[in-house]
């Protein structure tokens, strides 16, 4: 048997959500197939009344008179029809009232309201699950909103927290100075952008002699915290020499006062003293990388000086060593940031050697920055770097 149900607005119907097995028709119309019910035999039985004719059942069969018996009742098994065993005819007993089939159309509309009531379920649950797209679309639109707005925000906030990053770096700096015979520049790159400086530091100034002073420190560590004994450190060195302290002595002294402040501080240091007027340079070293003299014809050289920076055994500059630039000759004071980003210092400072040659005639300004450019090419070991360029003019 089959019910087919007709909506008044023909739409697809998922027949698989459907409590009973259905398919869908082309003009829209669902079909359910239902599987027909056995019919019941008809419970049939025959009673003897007293004139000993046999009467058919309740439904109306034909009866039979002559020998007593109804159509299909076999003599001798008179109770499985109605007789008792031992008991004659004329005391046979009727069988109890028996209940009716229900009609087909009944269990049509039945099955019709079971299936308006399917579809009644599955058209809430489609409305629901509507309402749940929509509010998913709605919170992804907010969701998607509000991270835009994080995003420029963060914008907003890394580029506020640069600016201030460079104005701290432009203040720590020394305010640069212009002398007669001497040109000076300076690159400094931190080893982290988080920061905007290291333990790498510089220092430069006129004394009242009129010779100019360089500072160049390497305190241990990286950030801000290195930064602050790196200044420590310059700003101690400052100290004793315009107080007039000997060259040599100053890395010592200056290891003798901030030792009690900061026991922990360890720091290389190299100082040079040069005379624009004669281009007579000195030079004091703790335990810093060697300084390098480019010639005006190309020839390098380092100028080794043994010595221990702040914070070291024994601190202190051996001794001070004696030098002399001459017009268009260039000195190069670094940090090892510079030569060991290859973990190799020795390879480190040839590839130094040529650098500086082959950018020794560009303008000074340009000249740190081409040395970093060249040296960090491949950095497999992250520092602060430092790299600061001295060169001797003709005097006006």
Do not use: C
Not at 106 to 116: I, M, N, V, Y
Not at 289 to 306: C, S
């Amino acid at each position: 048997m089959s019910v087919t149900l007709r909506l008044p607005t023909p739409r697809p119907i998922r027949t698989t959500e459907l409590p009973l097995p259905a398919r869908t028709l082309p003009d829209g119309a669902t079909v359910w197939h239902i599987p027909a019910r056995p019919a019941p035999r008809s419970d049939t039985y025959t009673y003897v009344s007293g004139n000993g004719k046999a009467n058919a059942d309740g439904n109306g069969n034909g009866n039979r008179s002559g020998n007593g018996h109804a159509s299909g009742h076999v003599p001798g098994h008179e109770h499985e029809r109605g007789h008792s065993p031992g008991h004659g005819p004329g005391h046979e007993q009727e069988r109890g009232p028996r209940r009716p089939m229900a009609s087909v159309p009944d269990e049509t509309a039945s099955l019709e309201q079971e299936l308006r009531a399917a579809l009644a379920h599955v058209d809430a649950l489609t409305a629901e699950h509507r309402r749940l797209k929509h509010e998913l679309a709605e919170t992804n639109s907010g969701v998607l909103a509000l991270y835009v707005q994080l995003e420029e925000r963060d914008e907003r906030l890394r580029t506020a927290h640069g600016q201030m990053l460079r104005e701290l770096e432009d203040a720590l700096r020394p305010v640069p100075i212009a002398v007669d015979g001497l040109e000076l520049a300076v690159h400094y790159a931190p080893a982290g952008t988080d920061a905007p400086t290291g333990g790498d530091h510089y220092d430069w100034f006129t004394l009242p002699d009129g010779t100019v002073h360089i500072t160049v420190v390497d305190a241990l560590g990286h950030g801000v915290r290195s930064t602050r004994s790196a200044l420590n450190v310059t700003h101690a060195v400052r100290t004793l020499a315009l107080e007039g302290h000997p060259l040599q002595s100053i890395v010592a002294r200056a290891h003798e006062i901030l030792a009690p402040f900061d026991p922990d501080l360890m720091a290389t240091v190299l100082l040079a003293r040069l005379d624009p007027a004669t281009g007579e340079l000195l030079l004091a070293n703790g335990s810093h990388p060697p300084a390098l003299v480019v010639r005006a014809d190309g020839t390098a050289a380092y100028l080794e000086v043994r010595g221990r920076g702040v914070g070291y055994p024994l601190p202190g500059s051996e001794r001070l060593l004696h030098a002399r630039l001459d017009e268009g000759d260039l000195l190069v004071l670094y940090t090892d940031g510079l030569v060991e980003s290859r973990r190799d210092p020795q390879e480190g400072e040839q590839r130094l050697v040529r650098s500086a040659r082959r950018h020794r005639n560009r303008a000074v300004h340009e000249i740190p920055g081409a040395l970093a450019a060249d040296m960090l090419t491949v950095v497999l070991h992250a520092d602060d770097t430092l790299a600061l360029a001295v060169r001797r003019t003709p005097l006006p």
